[in-house]
């Protein structure tokens, strides 16, 4: 069973950047489409960053140009470098490994952008 440990998260202004990391156990990593969503209070969990096992990337239109995702699969990580963050951002961001249907879930980290 695989696990996922996501890092990183805190309160930030609005304007100013956040990194978030996602360590994987337990998945054959680099065969491995890797994401991050996010859910805020009352509103459906939702698709932020895709990045697959080649390395392509896809990004929802509201942080399109703000945050990139990378992946690292000698240390089986993927990070997520927000910037330009507006208190819209504010959610529990979640990773996810193998897709939102069936695949592995993070506990979530907390990112709250509120001046």
């Known amino acids: 069973q695989g696990q996922l440990v996501e890092s990183g998260g805190g309160l930030v202004k609005p304007g100013g950047s956040l990194r978030l990391s996602c360590a994987a156990s337990?998945?054959?990593?680099?065969?491995?489409?890797m994401g991050w969503y996010r859910q805020a209070p009352e509103k459906q969990r939702e698709l932020v960053a895709r990045?697959?096992?080649?390395?392509?990337?896809t990004y929802s239109d509201v942080v399109k140009g703000r945050f990139t995702i990378s992946r690292d699969n000698a240390k089986m990580t993927v990070t997520l470098q927000m910037s330009s963050l507006k208190p819209e951002d504010t959610a529990v961001y979640y990773c996810?490994?193998?897709?939102?249907?069936?695949?592995?879930w993070g506990q979530g980290t907390q990112v709250t952008v509120s001046s």
């Open positions: 337990g998945v054959i990593f680099r065969f491995t489409d």
């Open positions: 996810n490994a193998g897709g939102a249907i069936g695949g592995v």
């Open positions: 990045i697959t096992s080649g390395g392509i990337t």
